[in-house]
């Protein structure tokens, strides 16, 4: 089955206007710079983006481990920590997920406002409650959990350090830009 011609003309001159340039048969060197950005400081954290990229690959050990965790302890938990563990597990693979993406948008990206984002989901939600799981006795800590946990608490820890110093450099240079901008 194709497609009707008029559609098949429109969709052939939309794609040659948007992928094609066609006033220049050629690029001069000076186009290179531009389309390869090499006139550009990469502000991004090579630490920060190793983290977050080991972190992706832990995300589903720890998931899976925790899960399994809880599914043996259940039985032995009192009612009220049965609910809190449940509660902070789903808290906790929601905001890991969230603060992962917005690590590596913000960090890869150079976007200010989500590794802004990245940097509070972090300190302000995952540290806490990694902390909670790590520290609080009376939810029966597992060896295995408290490996994983531990393996969490330094990804975060150093995220949150490594963060801090990408942006704050990130923000420098934004401000540098925009001050640079202003007088052109």
Known sequence: MELPQPIRKRLGDFSRNVFIDQSRTHLTPEDHVTFLGHNREVVSCLHLQMSL??????????????????????????DYYKFILVTVLVLMT??????LYLGYAGNLQEKVPELAGFWLLSVLLQFPLIVFQLFNEAILILPLERGV??????????QALSGFVALRQMVRHTESQFHLRQFD
Do not use: Q
């Open 53 to 78: 990229f080991f972190n992706m690959w832990f995300f589903p050990l720890w998931w899976i481990s925790e899960v399994v965790m809880l599914h043996l302890k259940y039985p032995a938990l009192p």
């Open 149 to 158: 946990h531990i393996v969490l608490a330094l990804f975060i820890l150093t």
């Open 94 to 99: 929601l905001i890991e997920v969230i603060r």
